[in-house]
């Protein structure tokens, strides 16, 4: 049976870890919903707030513009507020809901929380989270020693979402490509679909050809298999 979804749209879809102009005009012609910049220096993705404010300036009253942060103090916070000023914040460290809750108070920001997952476990956070935070993102939990928490390009076990009931919206990360969008789509109808790694011809390299196919064969699974809000 088809799932709602918690938007006036069928699925939202999301490009991460753009850091050139390239990337971003890829993920904008493709009809992406949301751009993803990464201010997390050990990523092959990270972009300063300088550099992501140029890339934001491409692409406000476009797609909206997600700043991605993991454990960010409040000075980096308040920098990347002054120079890219996002439409959404992604907490993707190991915040807690009560941290959630502050910086969404302190910078006005929606914030949309990722939560790792690699067993059923993982799932008991999302109560907490869903009270303090304006999305929830789940995304696959990284490799032991790993030295950033995302863009592995790991799955997970996406039926342990397929029964869950959301009272947040919600997207779906983790290890995703075109060849996988649709079954992963089918599985947890999701609200939207974040993909990175997966879109990408080298680490923190975005190939045009696989943003454009990801974003297809998501919006063609989305008619399938998703049930529009009106």
Known sequence: MARAVPSNSM???KICGIKDLAAMNAALSAGADLVG???????PRAVT???GADLAAVARDRAMVTALVVDADDTLLRDIMARVNPDLLQLHGSETPKRV????ECF?????????ISSAADLNAVTAYEAVADRILYDAR???GADRPGGHGRAFDWNLLAR??????????????????AEAIRVVRPGGVDVSSGVESAPGEKSAEKVKTFV???????????????
């Open 164 to 181: 869950v009931a959301h009272k947040k919206p919600m997207m779906l990360s983790g290890g995703l490509n075109p060849e996988n969008v």
């Open 101 to 104: 809750k502050d910086i969404r």
């Open 216 to 230: 297809q064969n998501a919006r063609t699974a989305a008619e399938k298999y998703l049930e529009k809000v009106s």
């Open 37 to 43: 910049l990464v201010f997390f220096p050990p990523s």
């Open 142 to 144: 990284p490799p032991k």
């Open 108 to 116: 006005g920001k929606p914030v949309m929380k990722a939560i790792g």
């Open 11 to 13: 699925l939202e879809v």
């Open 49 to 51: 707030p300088l550099g």
